[in-house]
């Protein structure tokens, strides 16, 4: 089955600055990834996907990039601002599969400083 | 703001109670899902179910039980509460014939059994 690591664990990041969070993958059929954003007392929520036949996505100040070759995909998240602040976990799948075949990372606590 | 619901939001209980987890969606998705979030944050999926009288296992076993009588809702039972049972379960929902269609979350309930 698939198998997705996800680096680092905690991050702290100064208010402005950016934050990348780091994720492989082991099955190359795996062509889905999403990300999503756990705020604190609240359920996971999607906030950026991407597919194997691009390589990078962006979404006004969060973008996502994808290596197929190497099985690794990023998340940016530029002018960091406190509201950034929560566990992100990244996920993949294969499409033709259901999300009950989603696999996460174990998360990262993104911590903005002011 | 997801339209899904899950009660209590904590829950408190001695060993060997039974306990009901409630589950519910306003947003007419086939897909259900059951998840146990442990303190180091790990997504584990638990149950899911296609529709109503569909009911799943997920990856990780557990010795809770669902069912799905109705679209909209999808209760989760333990029968008889342990300290390893102590933990956050979230509740989600996509639908069902988009592939990868969001998972849509609640803000889950935290069982603590003592």
């Known amino acids: 089955g698939e198998n997705v690591e996800q680096h680092p664990s905690t991050l702290s990041v100064q208010e402005g600055d950016s934050a990348v969070i780091k994720c492989t993958y082991s099955?190359?059929?795996?062509?889905?990834f999403p990300w999503y954003k756990q705020e604190l007392g609240k359920g996971p929520q999607l906030i950026i996907d991407i597919r194997s036949n691009v390589g990078e996505k962006k979404d006004q100040r969060i973008a996502v990039t994808l290596n197929k070759t190497a099985k690794h995909f990023s998340l940016h998240i530029t002018e960091t601002q406190p509201e950034d602040s929560a566990v992100y976990f990244c996920a993949a799948t294969a499409t033709n599969f259901g999300n009950e075949k989603l696999t996460f990372g174990t998360g990262t606590r993104l911590t903005i400083i002011p | 703001e997801a339209d899904i619901y899950q009660t209590p939001r904590y829950l408190v209980i001695g060993t060997g109670k039974k306990i009901t987890l409630e589950c519910s969606q306003t947003?007419?998705?086939?897909?259900m899902y059951w998840y146990q979030q442990d303190p180091g944050m790990e997504l584990h999926l638990i149950h899911y179910?296609?529709?109503?009288?569909?009911?799943e296992k997920g990856d990780l076993s557990s010795e809770s039980t669902v069912s799905r009588i109705r679209t909209e809702h999808f209760p989760l039972t333990l029968e008889s509460a342990r300290p390893s049972h102590t933990s956050q379960y979230l509740c989600a929902s996509s639908v069902r014939d988009r592939q990868n269609s969001p998972l849509h979350f609640g803000n889950g309930t935290r069982l603590t059994v003592t």
């Open positions: 179910s296609y529709g109503v009288n569909s009911t």
């Open positions: 947003m007419g998705h086939d897909k």
């Open positions: 099955d190359s059929a795996s062509n889905y």
